[in-house]
């Protein structure tokens, strides 16, 4: 069965540069969701959308950005990176929204800022 | 806001024996979903198994299994039979049931817990 694509799987960046993270659901999922998990911690939910439209946000700092295209697939972009910005970050995609459905974990995007 | 908490941070299990990994939550809300998530080393997150709180009927999957109390707000996973494979991070998850009461569908993970196999 399919699953969650997101590209890269690795990525190292300087301070002050830019990234982008790229996240492709589950075929027919329409519901994206990131999370961001720091060395040794939890994940924790930076934002999500439902059918094009951000449907919820967490603790998302501002130099972050981000958008779900017609497609479904989302990106995640991060200016002006910072050392603490290293972790790996994740996307999940669901089926609907309001529903009992299982979010599908990525693989992750491993992001280290030199 | 939903808080979760599980509270031992490392525990270990001699393989073929059973494991109580345990997790408490904090809510307002009624309806809701609890879940635990498996991040073995390649830190892929891998669901374990998923309760309705709605549902008092304790969530079954093959060797893993849930004491899901909602007066107490406990939510505990046992593995029965342990295998080496069953190493890594646990991960006890809360989700709103947003149908129902509106809020929102994140999910709000506890810090986790390593479980360590041994032959």
């Known amino acids: 069965a399919a699953g969650v694509i997101q590209s890269p799987r690795h990525l190292i960046k300087e301070k002050r540069e830019t990234a982008t993270l790229k996240c492709y659901p589950i075929?027919?999922?329409?519901?994206v969701y990131w999370y961001q998990q720091g060395p040794g911690q939890d994940p924790q939910f930076l934002i999500s959308f439902y059918e094009k439209m951000q449907s919820d946000k967490g603790s998302i700092p501002d130099r972050f950005s981000a958008q779900q295209f017609s497609d479904y697939h989302s990106e995640l972009n991060m200016s002006s990176l910072e050392l603490g910005d290293s972790a790996l970050y994740f996307c999940?995609?669901?089926?609907?929204?309001?529903?009992?459905?299982?979010?599908?974990f990525g693989p992750g995007t491993r992001l280290t800022v030199l | 806001a939903q808080t979760v908490t599980q509270s031992q941070p490392e525990m270990s299990v001699q393989e073929a024996e059973t494991v109580t990994l345990s997790c408490t939550y904090d809510?307002?809300?009624?309806?809701?979903?609890l879940f635990w998530y498996k991040q073995p080393p390649s830190r892929q997150m891998i669901l374990v198994i998923r309760q309705e709180a709605y549902k008092q009927q304790n969530a079954t999957e093959n060797r893993f299994s849930v004491n899901f109390q909602k007066a107490a707000k406990s939510f505990s996973l046992k593995i029965s039979d342990s295998q080496l494979g069953d190493a890594a991070m646990y991960f006890c998850a809360y989700r709103s049931a947003v149908r129902y009461q509106g809020g929102s569908e994140k999910l709000v993970f506890g810090k986790g817990m390593k479980l360590t196999v041994n032959p």
């Open positions: 999940a995609s669901t089926q609907g929204w309001g529903r009992a459905n299982e979010q599908f």
């Open positions: 809510t307002s809300e009624s309806d809701y979903y």
């Open positions: 075929p027919r999922h329409d519901t």
